[in-house]
C-alpha cells in the first residue's frame, strides 16, 4: 500500500486508537468472571464481576476487536481486501476512479488517498465511533515522518519518495550480544550477489 502510495503520490495521515480492545464487546454465552482488588470494592460488595468488555490478555480479546472494527469501517462505507483483512479501501468522492486504502494493524492505522481534506475529513469519522487520535508527523530533510510499528517512515509526496528504516531498533539489536558473531562479519561489496569467493571470505 506504501509503494503504491508513494507511486500515485498519494497523501498520508496515521491514527491510532485509544483502549482498542475495550471498545469490544463480549458475546453473551462468554462467561468470563474476575475478582476485583480491595481496593476498588465498596463496603460489603461482591468481590466476582462478569466481565462485558474484551479486556487486554484475554485470549479472544483480538478477535472480538477485529471484529467491532471491521463493522466500523464496514458500516461507514470501506471494503475489506478479500486477500488481507488487515487492508480496507473506500471509493473517494473527490477523485474520480482512484480509492482511499487503509492498512490496520491491531489499533495502528495508516491512510493514504489523493485528497488531504477527503482523508482527514474519512479519518474524524472513524475517530467518532472509537475514541483515537491523529498522529502528527514531523520534517526532516524535507522529508514528512511518522513513527510506524517501530519503523521509521520517511515520505515526500510531491517527488514520491519514500523511505522505511528501523534505526533505532537496529542499533538496539547491534547492542545485544546475540549478534555479535553476525556483526563481525566483513561487509560485502554488493549484497546483492553472493558468490563463492566472497562467502569464503566471511570465515
Known amino acids: 500500500m506504501l509503494v ?20 469490544a464487546e463480549l ?8 475478582l476485583l482488588p480491595q481496593e ?3 463496603a460489603n460488595e ?4 462478569r466481565l462485558l468488555k474484551a479486556l487486554y490478555g484475554l485470549p479472544q480479546a483480538p478477535m472480538r476487536w477485529f471484529r467491532h472494527y471491521g463493522n466500523v469501517l464496514t458500516g461507514l462505507g470501506w471494503q475489506v481486501c478479500e486477500h488481507d483483512k488487515a487492508m480496507w479501501r473506500k471509493p473517494s468522492r473527490v477523485s474520480k476512479n482512484t480509492f482511499m486504502k487503509i492498512s490496520v494493524y491491531v489499533d495502528d492505522n495508516v491512510i493514504c488517498g489523493p485528497h488531504y481534506e477527503e ?23 524535507g522529508f514528512c515522518v511518522w513513527d510506524c510499528l517501530g519503523a521509521k517512515l520517511q515520505y515526500k ?7 522505511l528504516t528501523m534505526p533505532e531498533y ?11 558473531d553476525v556483526l563481525k562479519l566483513k561487509p560485502v561489496d554488493n549484497p546483492g550477489i553472493a558468490n563463492e569467493d566472497t562467502l569464503l571470505d566471511q570465515k
Not at 4 to 23: G, M, R
Not at 119 to 141: A, M, N, Q, S, W
Not at 170 to 180: E, G, H, L
Open 4 to 23: 503504491e502510495a508513494a507511486y500515485e503520490k498519494n497523501y498520508i495521515l496515521t491514527f491510532d486508537i485509544s483502549n482498542a480492545f475495550l471498545h
Open 27 to 34: 458475546e453473551k454465552d462468554e462467561l468470563v468472571n474476575i
Open 40 to 42: 476498588w470494592r465498596k
Open 46 to 49: 461482591r468481590p466476582v464481576k
Open 119 to 141: 482523508l482527514t475529513r474519512e479519518t474524524e469519522k472513524i475517530l467518532k465511533k472509537v475514541d483515537g487520535r491523529i498522529e502528527e508527523h514531523r520534517l526532516e530533510g
Open 157 to 163: 509526496r510531491r517527488s514520491g519518495e519514500m523511505r
Open 170 to 180: 537496529i542499533d538496539k539489536m547491534m547492542q545485544n550480544s546475540k549478534f555479535a
